[in-house]
């Protein structure tokens, strides 16, 4: 009992279809396209057209090897060129073949031929196969072919090689609608208006605050605040050493206990001597000289302990780094802030130096609270950069935080976001590639 052909018919196409996904390499899904296609129905030619690269001829039936050079294949490869851009499966012979083939089709093909483009599933010709024949192709075996080439369409894909980067651009660069629309989308984008910004470190710092500077030259012995901590006007902050104080007031006091007994001498002598007069006017003077001494060096000790001139917070770093510190006359020891006069100072990296303008906006997002932030307006920049406690070269940027927000606590930091004016996307997004390359080429 024979089977029915139908079921042959689709039993020979899944059979066919699996032998072109089990293709080893390229070579291999070559050769069962082109030859073992008999299996499916009868022709006496096939050849196998690649699109890959300039297009060519890659296999052809009971050739082992195809020879570029030969003229069946040179003629083989125009005639598949000019097939290439038909939509779907075109019948072919002398008549209808493209005009440059038409002269030589009956030195190298049979009379009638079937024109199978092989496409993957974007819809990429990924090549095409030529079937020649005596007896032309009928509707049925058409059909089979049209399932049979979807398969072989994405058998020769998988082979296909990755796509350069290089490859993929240009395919995007190709005139064309879609092309035109992203670069027209593109031109807008970059024409957009954004304001110029930067983010720079800032911190919350006091405004106007009283400066307390060691008052005499010594050793720092004792603090009676501690950081951020309240004062009141006249309230102890810290003291001096005394010993060295102590013995030198010792020692003066001593030299004028002395010159005072000379003078005393001298005094008495003066009554009945003329010379004694003239000693009494020496001494006298050295009297005066020991008793300015020590009343400077009284002065002095009354000086050692420093006091709040006025009310305010304790701004400075820490206990331990200052007790039994040397210290100059005139060094800063301290601040005194007022918490209800703060301001904010932004350091603005000289690498992202922007222009900016008294009165502009500053936005300051403290690290310890990420879901608050304050407002600011700018009030004084510096001339010039300085470079920072982390070494980066800054401008300092004061700003006044504006009414009718409550006030960020003293001493706290976090990110200010410095606005400058409007600009065009395309150069807030070049600003920085341009400027380094303007250093590097010195253009």
């Excluded at 296999?59 to 030969?70: F, I, K, R």
């Excluded at 032309?136 to 089979?144: D, I, S, T, V, W």
């Excluded at 208006?193 to 050793?219: H, K, Q, T």
């Excluded at 950069?385 to 009414?403: K, N, S, W």
Aim: net charge neutral; with cysteine; charged share 20%.
């Amino acid at each position: 009992m024979s089977a029915d052909p139908a079921l042959q018919a689709l039993m020979g196409l899944l059979q066919q279809a699996r032998r072109a996904r089990e293709a080893p390499d390229l070579e291999g899904l070559g050769f069962v396209i082109v030859n073992e296609t008999l299996n499916l129905l009868p022709y006496r030619q096939a050849a196998l057209w690649s699109a890959a690269g300039l297009g060519a001829v890659t296999a052809v039936s009971g050739l082992p090897q195809v020879d570029p050079n030969a003229p069946y294949l040179q003629w083989l490869n125009r005639l598949c060129r000019a097939l290439a851009s038909s939509p779907g499966i075109t019948p072919l012979d002398a008549g209808s073949a493209p005009a440059d083939s038409q002269a030589e089709w009956a030195d190298w093909l049979p009379p009638h031929a079937l024109w199978l483009p092989l496409k993957a599933r974007q819809g990429e010709l990924e090549g095409g196969l030529l079937l020649a024949r005596d007896q032309a192709f009928n509707e049925h075996e058409r059909a089979l072919l049209a399932e049979l080439a979807g398969s072989y369409g994405h058998a020769l894909a998988a082979f296909r090689p990755r796509e350069h980067v290089l490859s993929r651009l240009q395919s995007l660069l190709k005139p064309g609608r879609t092309q035109r629309r992203a670069l027209l989308g593109l031109l807008l984008v970059s024409l957009v208006p954004v304001r110029l910004s930067v983010l720079a470190p800032a911190e919350v710092s006091p405004r106007e605050p009283f400066l307390v500077r060691a008052p005499l030259d010594g050793i720092i012995g004792r603090f009676h605040v501690q950081p951020d901590q309240a004062v009141e006007a006249g309230s102890p902050l810290f003291d001096l050493d005394t010993a060295a104080l102590q013995t030198r007031r010792a020692v003066a006091r001593r030299a004028h206990d002395t010159a005072l007994e000379e003078y005393r001498q001298s005094a008495q002598l003066a009554v009945t001597d003329d010379k004694g007069r003239l000693k009494m006017g020496q001494v006298r003077g050295e009297l005066e000289q020991r008793a300015l001494e020590l009343e400077y060096l009284s002065q002095q000790l009354e000086r050692v302990q420093v006091k709040a001139e006025r009310a305010g917070v304790a701004v400075f770093g820490d206990v331990n780094d200052w007790q039994g510190k040397a210290v100059t006359v005139g060094e800063k020891v301290l601040l005194l802030a007022n918490p209800g006069q703060v301001e904010l100072l932004a350091r603005m990296p000289a690498a992202e130096q922007i222009q900016l303008q008294v009165g502009q906006t500053v936005s300051f997002y403290p690290d310890a609270s990420p879901t608050e932030a304050y407002e600011a307006r700018i009030v004084r920049m510096s001339y010039s950069a300085e470079p920072t406690d982390q070494g980066v070269l800054a401008y300092r940027v004061r700003a006044e935080f504006v009414a009718g927000q409550p006030l960020p606590r003293l001493g706290l930091r976090g990110t200010a976001r410095l606005s400058g004016r409007w600009v065009p996307f395309a150069y807030y997004a070049l600003r920085r590639p341009i400027a380094a390359l303007r250093q590097w080429v010195g253009w």
